[in-house]
């Protein structure tokens, strides 16, 4: 399948400059701001936003254009919008940047997703889609050490090479260059895929047609009672996973009495264990029945989770991130590759730009509700221990996302999905 290996490769290449931009751009949040949280909560809500604006009609335009090309534009636009960065030295300029950065990944990615059952045969999707999470996620390590890198030889230049002193107060503009050369790379790759030729109504774009799309993709969901189901779980199990992203700083500072380089080691092991899982399940996946593994894989992470709240060493908890990043990165390829089996073309963009508002929506609910049920069992009424009610938090987490793998598991056993 040579055109799945230029696209995993564009794929995998355009994820490590959307790392690197990421911690770019966080980096300077934090600068600008004197290390103000909010500032950098603030960041992150700029990413969440367009899946809410953006997200519906974007799926819309993927099922009238050529995706191929939508992925290359969408690389070359985050090339020009990462090389002006290092110009925009304000907050309210980088709060823009990355909202326009994300609504553009929200045209790329479901692209990404809806094209890889065109070139792969049907008994390889578990196997490519594993492929694909781990060239997402698994190179955010090797972003990060790109990342701090770059930094490190801009401030050597900045300090010894006398045209480039300018490097040393803006020591994120070397990553941020560098960078944008990954999407052009990413977007060079890509264009040079050839696939195979698909029917596309040539529609009126106006906003009213747009709008009665939406409501098309909505009903198809509505009559498609399997694809609900699955995108029902996917939410669910989401939301109670992503409590590691909401509260894992604080678990690891309060609950552990570990440093910041605790916790990069824990988010180290959880990309890890996601890269283990999704490269065996790329070997095994497909001898095995994709709604139950999707389920167990989610029952599993929950179970994790619970074992994570009762840790108390960072050892213990590296190995539970590991194993809860390994049966994540199971959970969401086999489910990945579910709605790609049962999903016609013609709204196969829909359907993957509305996964894309899950996953973002999930995020946010996660990102709002643990903190604050945190905070809640914390209080004198409660527990009166801020590191007790991390743990009843994450524990909760983990009942939520096992809930949603029993009910997954539920929907396999009465045939409801198969």
């Not at 751009?25 to 969440?48: E, Q, Y």
């Not at 020009?80 to 110009?87: E, G, H, K």
């Not at 994300?102 to 990615?109: A, Q, R």
Request: with cysteine; charged share 15%; hydrophobic share 55%.
């Amino acid at each position: 399948m040579p055109a799945f290996r230029r696209l995993w490769l564009g794929l995998s290449i355009s994820s490590l400059g959307d790392w690197i931009g990421l911690f770019a751009l966080l980096s300077m949040t934090d600068r600008l701001s004197g290390g103000n949280t909010l500032a950098v909560g603030g960041l992150m809500i700029f990413r969440v936003l367009p899946a809410f604006i953006v997200g519906p009609l974007a799926g819309v335009a993927l099922d009238r254009i050529d995706r191929r090309k939508a992925m290359v534009v969408s690389d070359v636009l985050r090339a020009c919008l990462i090389a002006i960065v290092p110009f925009a030295q304000t907050l309210p300029a980088l709060y823009a940047v990355s909202f326009l950065l994300e609504t553009i990944s929200l045209v790329w990615m479901p692209a990404k997703d809806s094209l890889i059952p065109n070139i792969v045969p049907g008994r390889w999707l578990v196997a490519a889609n594993s492929l694909s999470l781990f060239s997402t996620y698994g190179v955010f390590p090797l972003g990060a050490l790109t990342f701090t890198g770059l930094v490190a030889v801009a401030g050597f230049l900045g300090t010894h090479v006398a045209f480039l002193e300018a490097l040393s107060l803006n020591q994120e503009n070397l990553a941020l260059w560098l960078d944008a050369c990954t999407f052009l790379l990413a977007a060079f790759i890509v264009s040079r895929i050839r696939f195979p030729a698909l029917p596309r109504q040539r529609r009126e774009i106006r906003l009213r047609v747009l709008w009665d799309e939406v409501v098309e993709g909505l009903r198809y969901f509505r009559a498609k009672g399997e694809i609900a189901r699955i995108m029902r779980g996917f939410a669910v199990a989401l939301s109670g996973g992503a409590v590691i992203f909401s509260l894992g700083a604080p678990y690891n500072s309060q609950v552990l009495g570990a440093g910041p380089s605790g916790f990069g080691f824990i988010v180290a092991a959880l990309g890890t264990g996601m890269g283990l899982g999704v490269l065996v399940l790329g070997f095994v996946g497909d001898r095995l029945p994709k709604a139950w593994t999707s389920s167990a894989a989610v029952i599993a992470g929950g179970l994790i989770l619970v074992a994570a709240a009762l840790a108390n060493t960072l050892p213990l908890a590296i190995v539970v991130a590991g194993l809860l990043g390994a049966s994540g990165g199971v959970a969401y390829a086999t489910a990945f590759a579910l709605l790609q089996e049962r999903v016609d073309d013609n709204v196969r963009g829909r359907t993957f730009a509305s996964v894309q508002i899950v996953i973002r929506t999930s995020l946010f609910v996660s990102l709002v509700a643990f903190p604050a049920l945190a905070g809640l069992f914390a209080t004198e009424a409660f527990l009166g221990s801020q590191a007790d009610g991390i743990r009843l938090a994450f524990a909760a987490g983990g009942l939520v996302t096992c809930a949603a793998g029993l009910l997954g598991a539920l929907d396999v056993y009465r045939g409801r999905v198969t």
